[in-house]
């Protein structure tokens, strides 16, 4: 294992309601908190030799700062964009403007669920998305993001 200096930066953000995760609708979300969530990234990130920042809003502009932020600081984003997948161009644009692998993850599988929720402008932005694993979602776009960074090797 290399140190943390030298270790790829990878964003991990987090969109609206996510905060809520353990008592939001347990039986779709499941029971794990947000906290659960950052513990499993940073393991993963340990794993696989990457450095995780890793973070959740509510607010809108303040997830697109964050991505704008990203850019010459990160090595690639895994966002979980909650509500704003269907909604936000601004989102999109600021993952497109960055230049940035982007991995889309979803605790639930979107498409399973109502027809709103099946379109997402976030995947525009995306090299990949994950959907309906629960948050072992997020531990597999670390593991497909160390591979796209190059840190597995
Ligand atoms: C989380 C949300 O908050 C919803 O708005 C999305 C996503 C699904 C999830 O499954 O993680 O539609």
Request: glycine share 10%.
């Amino acid at each position: 294992m290399s140190d943390a200096e030298s270790r790829p930066l990878i964003a991990v953000l987090n969109g609206p309601n996510l905060n809520m995760l353990g008592l939001r609708e347990p039986g779709l979300y499941g029971a794990a908190t947000l906290d659960d969530v950052e513990q499993l990234c940073a393991e993963t990130g340990d794993q696989f030799d990457l450095a995780i920042d890793f973070r959740q809003t509510n607010g809108e502009g303040e997830l697109v700062t964050w991505v704008q932020e990203c850019r010459g600081r990160a090595a690639g984003i895994v966002i979980n964009p909650a509500g704003y997948t269907t909604t936000s161009i601004a989102l999109m644009d600021a993952l497109l403007a960055v230049e940035l692998p982007v991995i889309e993850v979803h605790i639930t599988n979107i498409h399973r669920r109502e027809e709103f929720r099946h379109h997402s402008y976030v995947s525009k932005a995306a090299v990949g998305v994950i959907c309906g694993l629960g948050i072992q979602g997020y531990a597999l776009a670390l593991s497909a993001m160390a591979a796209i960074v190059g840190a597995d090797e």
